[in-house]
């Protein structure tokens, strides 16, 4: 792309940020209405008014409207706009990564009462996903460690690697994950069945304190649990399950991750490790995605023009 059309590009976003602040700022009550009713205001343009919306912009542009809106747009902190629905990907994940590489311990291992309340809440501010070390009081013995990467794993009876669409480097394990099967058939697999071992981890559950008391039901309630890993590197995070037990501790790792999960964090290459924040999504109703999320779940994903 040209530098024309990249400084053009980038008008153009600031152009469409700014005006959604705009709205917000001049129509709350409005704004707040239609994001009750999940017509996220970054996303309206799937809902009508497409071209309305372009036509508008660009007429904006060339009348030179843009130069008088950058300054109020820029003067709104990218943590605010986050909260709105309105900071690219690349500003969340610098507001992650900054903020919660503050918070996290030298070592591995548990994170101090203060800051696992101050991480939680930053999390559900930024994320907009609720997120705890401790869930229904079940607790992991590491929050903070080491994650590896690891191979596919067999979904139902007859799967192979073949069949999986991305990362075939990595290989298919020969043995079943620690909760089996995720489909009965290639057949009756859906679509949930597919991203939970696209998107899995494996966790340490054989090493909990009351594993070897209350293993059947320890093992029911950790099957397919929804978290949230976080690369406190670079502020990628990636939503996933709990697919597999492991790893073992003599390989000095506290986490793996699937291959999708440890290349959307950007751990896939190299040493395919690296330090991570894993934590437990609170979602009852299961309306948080699997996946890598970088965007407020509350407000909305921007829209790329």
């Known amino acids: 792309m040209s530098k024309k059309f990249r400084n053009l590009h980038q008008r153009i976003e600031k152009l469409k940020q700014e005006s959604l602040v705009g709205l917000r700022e001049k129509h709350k009550d409005a704004t707040d209405y239609l994001q009750e009713k999940k017509f996220f205001l970054p996303k309206l343009r799937e809902h009508s008014g497409r071209l309305l919306a372009g036509a508008t912009l660009a007429g904006t542009l060339l009348l030179g409207g843009g130069r008088s809106a950058e300054p109020r747009l820029l003067q709104t902190s990218a943590e605010e706009r986050v909260k709105l629905g309105l900071a690219t990907s690349e500003e969340v994940k610098k507001i992650i990564s900054e903020k919660i590489s503050q918070l996290l311990p030298g070592a591995i291992g548990k994170i101090s009462g203060g800051d696992r309340d101050k991480i939680c809440q930053f999390l559900q501010e930024i994320l907009g996903i609720d997120v ?164 407020n779940l509350k407000t909305g994903q921007p829209e790329s023009v």
Not at 156 to 176: M, N, R, S, W, Y
Not at 213 to 222: A, D, G, M, P
């Open 132 to 295: 705890c070390f401790n869930l229904e009081g079940n607790e992991l013995n590491f929050s903070f460690g080491w994650m590896g990467y690891e191979q596919h794993l067999q979904r139902f009876p007859g799967d192979t690697l073949a069949g999986h669409d991305e990362e075939q480097v990595a290989g298919i394990a020969p043995g079943l994950g620690g909760w089996g099967y995720f489909a009965k058939s290639r057949q009756e697999m859906t679509q949930e069945e597919y991203l939970m071992e696209k998107y899995y981890v494996a966790v340490q559950t054989m090493y909990l304190p009351e594993w070897q008391i209350r293993t059947k039901e320890l093992s029911k309630w950790y099957k397919h649990r929804k978290v949230i890993v976080v690369n406190p590197e670079n502020g990628t995070a990636c939503v996933a399950v709990v697919g597999d037990a492991g790893p073992a501790a003599w390989t000095g790792k506290q986490f793996g991750g699937s291959p999708e999960v440890m290349k959307r964090l950007d751990l896939h290459l190299g040493s395919r490790k690296g330090k991570v924040l894993l934590l437990f999504v609170n979602d009852p109703d299961g309306k948080v995605p699997l996946g890598p999320i970088d965007f």
